[in-house]
């Protein structure tokens, strides 16, 4: 290949010796005698430019400045005398290559040619090289992320601030790689190859940042060398695998929908049932006793469905008084009552395009009952002390841990509100009934207990395991998490024994001991027990263990347990 070779300057005699010793090399040579000309030549494309310092009433200095600004990317060297040696050294300031010394050699001339224009080609490669990277960079879906030696952000991808939420003035400000709202997992990873100086391949674990739903996430990171000193920090990229891991989960059994966890053929229902209804606006009841999970399943048809994005607002119907109640569901206007201070907009509005979970749904008023029946009708309401109404897009799901359908009975609760709310019902198991849950729940706490008290994974014993297999769980899976907190506060080591669970769990028997036995003989007294705390009224009993009746009935055959009960 030819390359081209611009010589700027305004004594002859140079210009002449330039293109000899030049063209004599095979380079094609073109001539300017002033700035003027220069400019006007510079368009033509070149591979070089020597240009002499002096050019009559200009520099080459400025020459190159404004190739510059003209956008010329060109290589200058400059010519100089032995006077001019300031501004040539400025000029390699703006960015010229190299200067030569007057008066010129060939072999100088020749030599700084073939260098100045190899190295124009390889930083051009280079950059190319470097604007592709960074391009990809910014395209792939993946967060990367990297950090320095101190775990200063150095630089980070679009994908990771939608991910992990790191911000580019973060990146800008050399914030420490700290997400403070993340449970640190990417936190450990960057760490351990930062001590190690080795790569972490694909590690997945639950990402829970504040305000954003839990993400499945697969991370790698690896250490990131620079060339001239050698390590220099880390890398981390990371995927969001939600998506999949859902897909998987649900090829192989769930053992987990959103952030509801359980195996068992009853939560498999659920699930199901779940992501049927996330897709319709139908309003759902959810029944089952307390800390079955009722706000979580209201959560996940939420989170499932096309609302996801808008607002998820609970409210607990039973822990506000009336009056109170009427204007955090309805908002009032200044001057509705006293302490009406200035205008407050209600849940209902603040729910508007999302998803309104009224919880305890059986503990509100006959007048609460009436207005609510008006917004299940008609999808409208007034604020206290205003007639206007205002109509909104809420999807409503109600829950309670009560007997709805004998509050009706006993006409403590409207029946008209009781078929609306009810369109389609969802039970939530008791946990007694799904007690083969407890191992994957006893993990999913035991793994959020770790990172929230950060520390080394938790387990638990067998022994300890059996016992949480035997009680009978009346305040159910939020008992069982309660019970596990407890445990991973006493517990000085990983792993949970008996001693550490609080007094008053049922002391288990070795399962290795018949386990059948045990189960059964467990059923068996717990249903006398209920029986004779229900007065041997068996409907009470039934619904002192959270069964149905006919449930009861089945295992007083099974367990062979006659008497006087009615
Ligand atoms: N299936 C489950 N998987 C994981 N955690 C669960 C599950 N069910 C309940 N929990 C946990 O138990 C606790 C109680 O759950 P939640 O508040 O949803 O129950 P609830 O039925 O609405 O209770 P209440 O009737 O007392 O309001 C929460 O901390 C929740 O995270």
Redesign the pocket.
Known sequence: MTYSILVVDDEESLRYTFRCFLEHQGYEVAIAANYEEALAALPAGFDLVFADIVLGGWTGVDLLREARLRGFDVPFVMVTGYPHIDTASEALRLGAYDYIPKPVKQETIVRVARMAIRHHLVSKEKDQYRSNLEAIFRSVKDAIVTVDRGMRLIACNAAATTLCGITKDRVEAQELFCPEDCQHQCLKLLEETLVKRQPIEGQRFVCRRQGQPDRIIAAATSPLLDQLEGFDGAVLVARDETRLDHLERRASGRR?HL????GSAA?QRLYSLLEALSEVDTTVLIT??????????ADALHRGGHRADKPFVAVNCAALPETLLESELFGHVKGAFTGALRDKEGRFQKADGGTIFL??IGDISPAMQLRLLRVLQEKVFERVGDATPIRVDVRIVA?T?RDLAQLVREGRFREDLYYRLKVVHLE?PALRERKEDIPL?VE?FLGRLTARFERNPLTISQEALDTLMSHPWPG???EL?HVLEHAAVICRGHVILSDHLPADLAPAVPASAAPRTVRVTDEAALIRDALVRAGGNKTKAAKLLGMSRRTIYRKLDEHGIFGDFK
Request: charged fraction near 25%; avoid cysteine; glycine fraction near 14%.
């Open positions: 987990s952030s509801l966890v359980g939560m089952g006793e307390s800390g079955t999970g009722k706000e979580l399943a919880d305890e829950a841990n939530l729940l999913h159910n899976v939020r998490e």
